[in-house]
């Protein structure tokens, strides 16, 4: 499951692929448009700031913008920069691997292999899902009401 922090995350961002590229978006909008807690959402930013998502513009006309192009962010990145690893055992991730206490061997480990196939497909799916197409998928659902 996906933590609040992360949900929120990926709440602001689309927020921000909804409006003009380099338009910079006040905290407090976006805050109050997606039922974001301010502190909460400044220190989300942030770490997204530092990851290269969002940059910020100070002073009038300010605020937080994407970095990157809205078909360029996918949830994958988004995921594990809030929650870490995408595999659901240690023995499964990547950047985050540990081998698991019970484990007698990996290369014949059934459980193992299952989930390892359960993770690559999630990642995959997860970088295919890109803010721009969050956004066109919105639009078209609300177009079908």
């Known amino acids: 499951m996906l933590s609040k922090k992360t949900k929120y995350a990926i709440n602001a961002l689309v927020h921000l692929a909804k409006e003009p590229p380099k338009q910079p978006v006040l905290i407090s909008d976006i805050s109050e448009k997606q039922h974001i807690p301010k502190k909460f959402l400044e220190a989300i930013l942030l770490d997204m700031k530092n990851a290269g998502l969002v940059n910020s ?13 809205p078909a360029d962010i996918n949830l994958a990145e988004v995921i594990r920069l809030f929650d870490g690893a995408i595999g659901m055992l240690p023995c499964v991730t990547h950047k985050y691997y540990e081998k698991c206490d019970e484990c007698e061997d990996e290369v014949t480990c059934g459980i193992r292999h299952t989930f390892l196939s359960i993770r690559n497909e999630t990642v995959e799916l997860l970088k295919q899902s890109t803010l721009a197409q969050i956004v066109e998928t919105e639009t078209a659902l609300k177009t079908h009401d």
């Not at 513009?57 to 994407?66: E, H, I, P, Q, T």
């Open 57 to 69: 513009k100070k002073g009038k006309g300010g605020g937080y913008y994407l970095l990157k192009e």
